[in-house]
């Protein structure tokens, strides 16, 4: 059964902003690392960003550093991903996912359970 229920993706234009939200049962969030990777056609699944499991350690990949943050709400079981400064290359499926223990993890192949992903859209 599906475990991480992602929410707020969209079309949006080019310099505007979205917030993602991922939903995650309590089984698999607490003590839990929380991921956002994305995958645009033809490409290959890329890092954004995670935060540790304690939410005191965040990374972010390269391309999106400045322009997106994430955060934990534990009391809501629930992850966030504000982006602000969208550009036509964050263009892509977006997906949650959870790694048990660590401090936080790059790699997709670190992690234990995958959201089915929700698209973005940006356009120019």
């Known amino acids: 059964q599906v475990q991480l229920v992602e929410s707020g993706g969209g079309l949006v234009q080019a310099g505007g902003s979205l917030r993602l939200s991922c939903a995650a049962s309590a089984r698999i969030y607490s003590n839990y690392d929380m991921g956002w990777f994305r995958q645009a056609p033809g490409k290959e699944r890329e890092f954004v960003a995670v935060?540790?499991?304690?939410?005191?350690?965040?990374y972010y990949g390269d391309s999106v550093k400045g322009r997106f943050t994430i955060s934990r709400d534990n009391a809501k079981n629930t992850v966030y991903l504000p982006m602000n400064s969208l550009k036509p290359e964050d263009t892509a499926v977006y997906y949650c996912?959870?790694?048990?223990?660590?401090?936080?993890?790059?790699?997709?192949?670190?992690?234990?359970?995958w959201g089915q992903g929700t698209q973005i859209t940006v356009s120019s």
């Open positions: 935060i540790s499991w304690n939410g005191l350690i965040t």
């Open positions: 996912a959870a790694k048990n223990g660590g401090l936080g993890s790059r790699d997709p192949g670190s992690y234990n359970y």
